[in-house]
């Protein structure tokens, strides 16, 4: 008779120095500059004008969240203002 397959049921559990360093973890740079976006930034005042004409994914590849592409954008804009749109475009 074989023997159950229990690495399933089992949870690596935390050691001591483990919860420690979670509490003790450094906020980068990129961490604190989205914290500070978050809390500037309206989001769910921006999604909802653009929630109308966003694709809704009925047919084809689904689209990305809406609020996740909203962030990546304003992010991008955040980080290299100087970029024109052009730029991406090749012209």
């Given at each position: 008779m074989s023997e159950p397959n229990l690495s399933g049921i089992f949870m690596k559990q935390s050691s001591f120095s483990d919860l420690e360093?979670?509490?003790k973890k450094k906020v980068t740079r990129g961490e604190r500059f989205l914290?500070?976006?978050d809390s500037i930034i309206p989001w769910n005042l921006l999604v909802k004008p653009i929630k109308r004409?966003?694709?809704k994914g009925h047919t084809g590849r689904?689209?990305?969240?809406?609020?996740?592409?909203?962030?990546?954008y304003s992010t991008g804009k955040a980080i290299a203002p100087e970029?024109?749109?052009s730029m991406h475009f090749g012209s």
């Open positions: 360093y979670n509490h914290q500070e976006m004409t966003y694709p689904p689209p990305v969240a809406l609020e996740s592409m909203l962030r990546i970029r024109r749109v």
